[in-house]
């Protein structure tokens, strides 16, 4: 039998660094969590609530799908998750409809789709499948999902990955936490601290190395954190940034087989709700607003009362924005929604009260949103997973092979499953 490791380095306090030293505290290892901000929480990021008036997530916001560990998590901490509802609305060439356009269309989408026998990429089914005229706006469905929904490429992204999502399947709604996914990261940071997690903020990690059976991480500041075992749940563009073992080369280089999406994320709040006093338009149910405009998704926090309007642009679209500074990019969050209403922009530019904006893909500690799968994923997964027993394991929600890939459901599960790796290794 191996020899018990009985202190643990977790690099990364996300979600999957939080729940992997939950798990491993509670079973009685000594634990020490490395991260790279000031805060815990890594892509779930909760603003002050005297900006919006509520703990607005500048990152993750909704849970997808059924989520038994967030679930489960939720009720450990005592907290609730409210479902979405609301209505989506389409705006074509100033048209509102509750209608998506692309539904007649869906029926076929969905016989192709339940005749495949092999992968291939979300293109390659658009041109084999559906290039003719009258898919237009069965095509356009798609891209919007593939990059809107996954901030995917669609040049590499999994159809059979994704047939799931598209033919739903027994894929759950989506809901929010009470209290904002801010509040479950105060829970798991505080059962951490309560049961003996030393936490080193700020702490960004360059090489990690292994010497007689002990595993060294060098931070890029000198200092230096000695335990038996790290554990990686850094986002997989990071993965390059660390010098690790030699024999991890081939993990590492496994990682460029998995898709990782960038996102912005623009969260606007105004004096008033002023898209519910839209003449001749009834949007008082409005929860999801898909247009052409730049910033092409929008949504509401239906049902409540909130008045802030959060935009989102994901994938391959976002590189046309990657030049623009936050200031840039709320003023085209203004254009698109001036675009989509008919609105002046001086308008809603004069009643904008509070703004945020997060490009994932300028975070040095991200550099990207989250993952999507390829062609090669899930090998690429059974690469990055193998543990023969040395110094370094890698965890996280590009790990997880469920249905909710990229999710905070996916970066618990990871998480918790590689602390479950190392407890029973050594029991």
Known sequence: ???????????????????????????????????????????????????????????????????????????????TAQPVDGARWHVENGTFSSDDPSDREMTRLHEVLARLDHDLTVTALLERHFAGAQFASLRKSVLGMVQGYD??????????????????????????????????????????????????????????????????????DGRTFRGDAVILTVPLPLLRT????????????AAADIGFGNVIKLLLRFERRWWMAIPARDLSD????????????????????????????????????????EHALIEAGLAALADIFAKPVSLLRRDLTAAHVTDWAKDPFARGAYSYATLATRTAQDVLTRWDGGPVLISGEALYRGRDMGTVEAALASGRQTARTILKIDT
Do not use: N
């Open 286 to 325: 409005m929860l999801f607003l898909l247009s052409d405009a730049a910033v092409p998704v929008w949504w509401t926090q239906h049902p409540s009362d909130r008045d802030v309007l959060t935009g989102w642009l994901a994938g391959p679209p976002t590189h046309a924005f990657a030049a623009l500074d």
């Open 242 to 253: 660390i010098a690790l073992p030699a024999a991890m080369h081939g993990q590492v280089a």
């Open 1 to 79: 039998m191996a020899e018990r490791r009985d202190h643990i380095i977790v690099v990364g306090a996300g979600a999957a660094g939080l729940i992997a030293a939950r798990e491993l505290v509670s079973a009685g290892r000594k634990v020490t969590v490395l991260e790279a901000r000031d805060r815990c929480g890594g892509r779930i990021h909760p603003l002050a609530e005297s900006s919006f008036g509520y703990r607005a997530d500048a990152g993750a916001e909704f849970i997808h799908g059924e989520a038994p560990v967030t679930y489960q998590l939720l009720a450990e901490a005592g907290l």
């Open 151 to 220: 901030a995917a490429d669609p040049d590499r992204a999994s159809v059979f990955a994704l047939r799931d999502e598209w033919m739903g399947g027994h894929r759950g709604g989506q809901a929010r936490v009470v209290g904002g996914y801010g509040a479950l990261v105060d829970d798991l940071e505080a059962a951490c601290r309560g049961r003996g997690v030393t936490f080193a903020f700020e702490s960004v990690v360059a090489a990690v190395e292994s010497a007689e059976g002990i595993a060294i991480v060098h931070c890029a």
